[in-house]
């Protein structure tokens, strides 16, 4: 019995001395405290987004109809970027200012067929996008591949690719601002329906070069770090006379499933790699996204696509 006591008397004096160490959180009152107290939650919220967004799970709006019918314009998806591997965070979220990202090695390469949200790398004649901005298009050639588009028809490896099953053609639509002239790599005479041959680069291949080809892969080059320019009639690369380049990265080719309405690889070029950073898993909304929720509210909820609704996308 005098043992017990004891242990009891010495439970009580350790929660006596705990409950008097600890100092009671102190609520904010002042204006500036309360300012403070909110600026830390969201902070705090960003970054929780941030890590989020940049490892696992990402939420992406589809603004264009280069992939009807696989997804629509208006579409909302959750994307996967742990698989093609997780990364710092691109964008600070809510302000889509672009931030040096690095990545892990993927779980699995962007393969033929797969739907691809990646960086996009700008316009063929821009070292880089103007506006930080994602991408979504199928992956329809890989590092390696010789792709050849005929009368609209696409041939890998010399093996025809058919159009995705919720795909289309559809010309109807006028072409618009968007389908830019001339088409990748500049000097060719490709169309977007007659286009390549074209290898699509891996990493080791050399590029043999010319004054007659070098405005066909100068921005390629540049894209890939290194200063390109020609005097007279010899080509520089870093300030050294050069006739091949040294391919550093493995690229991928992408296209919209709707052929005849997609701004893709024909039009800026190939994408590199570590630029693709997820695919879509499936839709949790979808509704109407040129219509302004405040002016035309009835409109806007009527707009609704239920039948989109967790729709996976393959």
Request: proline letters at 7%; a neutral charge; glycine letters at 6%.
């Amino acid at each position: 019995m005098a043992t017990s006591a004891k242990k009891t008397e010495k439970k009580s004096l350790l929660n006596f001395i705990t409950k008097k160490n600890k100092k009671p959180k102190k609520e904010p009152e002042t204006f500036s405290e309360h300012l403070l107290s909110w600026t830390k939650t969201i902070l705090g919220a960003i970054v929780i987004v941030m890590l989020i967004n940049g490892v696992a799970i990402a939420s992406f709006v589809v603004p264009t109809p280069s992939m009807e019918k696989t997804v629509m314009t208006g579409d909302f998806l959750f994307v996967n970027k742990f698989i093609y591997g997780p990364s710092t965070p691109q964008v600070v979220p809510f302000f889509n200012i672009p931030l040096p990202f690095l990545k892990t090695p993927p779980i699995k390469k962007p393969a033929k067929g797969d739907v691809i949200v990646f960086i996009f790398p700008g316009n063929q004649n821009e070292l880089e996008s103007a506006e930080f901005q994602y991408y979504l298009k199928r992956c329809i050639a890989v590092s390696g591949d010789t792709l050849v588009i005929k009368d609209k028809e696409v041939y890998v490896n010399g093996v025809h690719y058919p159009l995705a099953k919720t795909g289309l053609f559809d010309d109807s639509r006028p072409v618009g601002t968007w389908d830019p002239n001339p088409l990748f790599p500049y000097g060719t005479t490709f169309t977007k329906d007659n286009y390549g041959p074209i290898i699509v680069p891996s990493k080791g291949d050399t590029l043999l070069l010319t004054e007659d080809n070098i405005l066909q892969w100068y921005i390629f080059i540049m894209r890939e770090g290194h200063e390109v320019y020609k005097q007279g009639n010899t080509v520089f690369i870093d300030g050294a006379p050069a006739n091949k380049y040294i391919v550093e990265r493995d690229y991928v080719f992408g296209m919209g499933d709707n052929r005849d309405h997609s701004l893709d690889s024909r039009y800026f070029g190939f994408i590199p790699e570590e630029n693709v950073v997820g695919t879509p898993i499936i839709v949790y909304w979808s509704w109407d996204t040129d219509l302004s929720l405040f002016a035309n509210f009835f409109d806007k909820l009527g707009s609704i696509r239920w039948s989109r609704f967790f729709k996976f996308i393959s």
